[in-house]
């Protein structure tokens, strides 16, 4: 079975968090990591989180499991959403 990375983005509201959005990384687990590496976030989170972004594997017939958590600002989130869109266009454009 072959493993599906993505980057799930989760915003607090008045009921908790919610997922907000979600980016498909493919199925190289590198490539997934590096993605998540050049992000900018807290790796510590507390109660007055408002953007939590984690890297997940999706594994066919199995629950999606976290790999990496981090928390961000919202200045760090836009930051965060140039590098997953400049990443993922040069992989599946340039690299594949």
Do not use: W
């Not at 984690?54 to 928390?71: A, M, N, S």
């Amino acid at each position: 079975m072959e493993n599906v990375y993505n980057i799930v983005v989760s915003i607090r509201t008045l009921q908790g968090m919610r997922e907000a959005g979600n980016f498909y990384l493919g199925t190289d687990e590198d490539f997934a990591n590096s993605v998540f590496d050049d992000m900018q976030g807290d790796i510590t989170a507390d109660d007055d989180v408002l953007i939590r972004i984690d890297l997940e594997k999706k594994t066919e017939g199995l629950l999606p499991e976290r790999l990496r958590r981090i928390c961000c600002t919202l200045n760090q989130y836009a930051h965060n959403c140039k590098i997953i869109t400049r990443d993922v266009f040069k992989y599946f454009t340039l690299e594949q």
